[in-house]
């Protein structure tokens, strides 16, 4: 197992990328507080390009709460350790006076609409402060010449659709991909979070996968998917309060009226759930259609 190569600093991440010189790069961008979620993301990157870069770094600007950005875990000892077992090449664990040299920026992206609704709703602000931070990584891991992609977990879609967006609406050079959720075998997709539910509040989480299953069942049978059904099976759990369950366009995020009631599903869509359990907000999202 080869020790990825850390780098702290912007001209040590261009210096080591140029040595590489590799004909692809798979860039993973994370906050660190490593999983087995991340672990499923550098495998795909490490199939695909000859290097693959992550870097750590908590990110101020999405953080609404100073306490949660000062309680975010880091760990770069055991992070290191989890992304050398999965053969990352390079890590880049830059301070924040290195990410943000001319001080938090005064020119902000803004993720409009999109980056209010479902978790933008609960975290104002939170989108656009991650924009922020994506829209600078992506430069700096640019390694220039050769294929150049950025690895995404589904698990946040509201999150990958924003940085779709944004990587088309300002050309950035890079192929992004977004990779599927990992689940538990009983279906509950994985999270840091779930090590705070009990074994009862576990068990009940599982609704989020059961409800979504329901209607992707459905929109594979282009049947129409009456959403409310799975709405219902929340309110059969004393433990789970829903937050939203909804089917959205997956390049709008506006809600898929017209799909969801008794006409039959064609299309695309996506399912987006998010409800709380016990103390824990858990989410949950599946794609379907075409
Ligand atoms: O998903 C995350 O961990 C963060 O939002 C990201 C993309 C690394 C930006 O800080």
Do not use: W
């Not at 433990?239 to 599903?265: I, R, S």
């Not at 409800?275 to 824990?280: D, E, Q, S």
């Amino acid at each position: 197992m080869k020790t990825p190569k850390i780098c702290k600093t912007r001209a040590e991440l261009k210096a080591a990328i140029a040595e590489a010189n590799p004909e692809s790069l798979g860039f993973v961008p994370t906050m660190g507080a490593l999983h087995e979620g991340h672990g499923s993301l550098f495998s795909v990157a490490r199939e695909e390009n000859e290097l693959v870069v992550i870097s750590i770094f908590v990110n101020e600007l999405q953080f609404n709460d100073a306490g949660d950005y000062s309680r975010y875990p880091r760990q770069l000892d055991a992070d290191v350790q989890l992304a050398a077992q999965a053969g990352v090449d390079i890590i880049f664990a830059p301070a924040p006076v290195e990410v943000y040299q001319a001080g938090l920026p005064l020119i902000r992206l803004s993720s409009g609409r999109m980056g209010e609704l479902y978790e933008g709703a609960s975290r104002p602000g939170h989108f656009d402060g991650m924009l922020a931070v994506v829209a600078k990584l992506l430069h700096l891991a640019d390694p220039r010449q050769g294929q150049y992609r950025a690895y995404f977990g589904q698990k946040d879609a509201q999150q990958v659709v924003l940085i779709r967006r944004m990587v088309a609406d300002l050309d950035y050079p890079v192929q992004l991909r977004s990779v599927p959720i990992v689940r538990s075998e009983k279906g509950l997709a994985l999270s840091s979070r779930n090590a705070l539910l009990s074994a009862e509040e576990k068990e009940a989480a599982l609704v989020l996968h059961r409800a979504i299953s329901l209607i992707a069942d459905r929109a594979a049978r282009n049947e129409p998917l009456n959403v409310e059904d799975a709405v219902g099976m929340f309110q059969m759990e004393p433990l789970v309060e829903l937050d939203y369950f909804t089917v959205v366009d997956p390049n709008t995020l506006e809600e898929l009226a017209f799909n969801c009631q008794d006409t039959p599903f064609t299309g695309q869509g996506l399912i987006l759930v998010a409800a709380t359990v016990g103390k824990v907000r858990l989410i949950d999202n599946q794609p379907i259609g075409d």
